[in-house]
């Protein structure tokens, strides 16, 4: 068995200088507070977040939540219809959500003002900055060259920061943690004067990489008032609404500016929470103490790792082994953290925006598809509940185009309303997602020692979504000569061929998604007891057979057929798709060899190498396998703390975490009717101990 503590543990993540790209987050899913060498939001300027294509950047260190979102005021909403456009299709004119007809759309040229306001509203809020006042230290400002004497731990096993470090002659140490929506601290001084904490409320932001202004202190007011146990600061921006509850004890709250609050203590130590509140979502209890709230986080978190799946490493001979553990450990960390909330979480989780924290649903299967994985199924349930809210919303746009079903959008806040894109309205290959994603969450159901009512429930559950779902899938796929096509207007998941969506046809990986989703959910009626639905398991059988150009999968099936940029996502179609009648291993082999030989990784993401892996995998490739998740490239940097980063405008990308883990459980344990460790050498410079680890389809 596994020393699971001493596992987690030994990667616990420590700094003794500061590391600007590689703040260190709290949190539960639906709240996280990502902080400084001081365990607060001290010098968030130290922890740069780029703007993209403007001057305005933010920063890093984030407190956000699932539910805190603003819009900018307009005199009316615009609607969708201002960027509808009419395409071309085989069944004839099919509209779109476009950008006013360009081919190529920048952040920089958004198209019109109602298209550039669609693209940017809702987007994500930051609640606050909660930073060590410089009043403790008897500075006018703290700035990072003051800090010194920094020894900053995360301990991943109870959820807790411990920073100490030094200010003007003055040491400190901070104690951070989070239970439910609240921040609890505690600050113990050497100084002579007594720890202070500001927080700091500022304006939303549509900016990139920039939840908060702080330019517009006119355009939101924050109305401080007492509690029995402590203060209430309500806060209204525009529509938003919602409070912070702060409680300290031996401490006084005052205001030093329209959104500026200071905590000042009277002893050594000071001890406070903050717990957010949004206006709609009733009473909380905001009165818990430091004491009550650390010791509920460590429950959580030594729960969280007791319970669900587990993979070690140590003894293994090969040099990478420690880094790829050190890896999971901290992906499975940061995912929990970021992604297992009640909506499907933006690719920067909460701390950062990115998209102004839209999130996009062609990335849940990455952020998602590894917690039933790893045993921990309702980590994703609450994500994929979330789809039920935009049902009607999605059947309007596959109504409108004329198909069936329901058609999911790809980039949305909560409302799930699609943005303009000259992209996103077009890609097709987050549609089977929720069928792939309730199917991994009835299979949880189904291991041994699993009360089989569960299974049952489930797929009542989910039914619907995924019935929805094949429906569209059944409809938008076109019966010819050849078989059933993907016709255009599309998008592939290589976004490289957006310039000609009027034009792509049956993409690989779609092909043999549509493929394998279309019999999964008549697997599905069958399992309830239904009939089969007419079309589906003919759609699926009949689906066109991918191109091939000298012996190798091409991307699409029509010139260029494959641009060597971007997404190598023919892969796909054998790797995150199980083996289906659409692929030829040995074809797939070659396109692995190929793809290998010259693809530009400079223009890939971090789930590729993942999705790499799992390919190589699947066709008994494990040296490839390794080789692909340990690649040296700029976009599979993993950074101390864990985040995967990608470029200084999107500074880490969960997709890349949660892909690690799904490509990590296939190559450990396998597939259906596959051999077990399929994905690490046989010759014993890899020694896998895998606990609790479910097969992939």
């Known amino acids: 068995m596994i020393d699971r503590k001493a596992l987690v543990q030994r990667h616990n993540v420590s700094f003794n200088a500061m590391d600007p790209r590689s703040p260190l987050t709290v949190g539960n899913g639906n709240f996280a507070f990502t902080a400084d060498v001081t365990g607060l939001q001290t010098i968030p300027d130290a922890y740069p977040a780029p703007g993209r294509y403007v001057e305005q950047g933010g920063s890093l260190l984030g407190t956000q939540s699932t539910w805190a979102w603003h819009s900018t005021p307009v ?14 299709s085989p069944r004839g004119r099919v509209p779109y959500v476009d950008l006013a007809g360009k081919t190529s759309a920048t952040e920089l040229d958004d198209g019109s003002p109602e298209e550039t306001w669609l693209r940017n509203n809702p987007h994500r809020l930051m609640l606050a900055n909660i930073g060590l006042a410089s009043e403790s230290a008897g500075l006018d400002s703290i700035q990072a060259h003051d800090i010194g004497g920094i020894d900053q731990k995360l301990d ?26 609240t921040l609890a601290v505690s600050i113990r001084s050497t100084g002579e004067r007594p720890p202070a904490v500001r927080f700091s409320f500022p304006y939303g932001s549509e900016a990139w990489g920039n939840a908060a202004d702080w330019d517009q202190p006119d355009k939101h007011s924050s109305d401080f008032s007492a509690e029995p146990e402590g203060w209430e600061i309500q806060r209204v921006l525009d529509g938003t609404r919602f409070s912070a509850h702060i409680a300290a004890d031996n401490a006084q709250l005052t205001s030093v500016g329209a959104h500026d609050f200071l905590l000042a203590g009277t002893s050594s130590e ?38 669900g799946g587990m993979i070690e490493f140590a003894g293994s001979a090969d040099p990478r082994a420690a880094e790829l553990e050190r890896r999971v450990v901290l992906s499975q960390y940061l995912m929990a953290v970021n992604c297992s909330g009640s909506a499907p979480p933006q690719e920067t989780g909460l701390a950062v925006n990115s998209w102004r924290g839209r999130f996009h649903l062609e990335m849940h299967w990455w952020h998602g598809a590894h917690f039933p994985l790893w045993n921990r199924a309702d980590l994703l349930t609450d994500s994929l509940d979330w789809y039920f ?45 929720p069928i792939y994603l309730a199917e991994l969450v009835w299979r949880a159901t189904q291991t041994p020692g699993m009360d089989p009512v569960k299974g049952e429930e489930v797929l009542a559950k989910y039914a619907t979504l995924v019935f929805e779902t094949a429906a569209f899938m059944a409809s938008f796929g076109l019966r010819t000569e050849s078989g059933v096509e993907l016709p255009p207007p599309l998008v592939p998941a290589q976004e490289s061929y957006g310039f000609m969506r009027d034009r792509v046809e049956n993409p690989t990986f ?55 940029t971007d997404h190598p996502s023919m892969l796909a179609a054998l790797g995150v798709v199980p083996e289906t009648s659409a692929i030829d291993p040995a074809t797939m082999d070659r396109t692995l060899d190929g793809v290998l030989s010259d693809w530009d990784w400079g223009s890939t993401w971090g789930w590729d190498y993942p999705m790499i892996a799992m390919t190589a995998a699947r066709l008994n490739r494990p040296n490839d396998a390794v080789d692909a998740l340990l690649m040296e490239r700029g976009k599979n940097t993993y950074l101390a703390n864990g985040h995967n980063f990608q470029t200084d405008a999107l500074p880490f ?4 975490n949660g892909g690690l883990l799904t490509a990590v459980a296939l190559m450990a344990v396998g597939w259906d009717g596959g051999k077990t460790a399929p994905g690490f050498p046989s010759d014993g410079s890899w020694t896998v101990t895998a606990e609790d680890i479910l097969p992939l389809p």
């Open 75 to 88: 005199d009316e909403e615009p609607s969708l219809s201002v960027s509808l456009q009419e395409y071309s």
């Open 156 to 181: 991943l096993w109870e959820g807790l920061l411990t920073s100490a470090f030094a200010v003007a002659g003055a040491e400190f140490c901070v104690l951070t943690v989070v239970d439910s929506d």
């Open 270 to 307: 000071l001890t406070f929470s903050v717990a957010f509140t949004p206006a709609q979502g009733g009473p909380q209890d905001t009165r818990k103490t430091f004491a009550e709230i650390r010791k509920a986080a460590a429950e959580h978190w030594s729960a969280h790792w007791l319970n």
């Open 389 to 433: 809210t935009i049902l009607d919303r999605a059947q309007e746009t596959a109504a409108r185009q004329g198909f069936a079903g329901v058609r999911w959008p790809k980039q949305v806040a909560l409302d799930g309303r699609e943005s303009p894109s000259d992209i996103g309205p077009f890609l097709i290959w987050q549609q089977p997602h």
């Open 510 to 564: 779609e092909l043999a998604y549509w493929n394998w989703a279309l019999e999964t959910a008549q697997q599905w009626r069958r399992r309830l007891g239904l009939a089969d639905a007419p079309g589906w398991s003919e759609t699926a059988r009949d689906m066109a057979k991918p191109h091939t150009a000298d012996g190798v999968y091409s991307a699409i099936s029509v010139p260029p057929f494959t641009i060597r």
């Open 653 to 656: 990308y969960l997709p890349g």
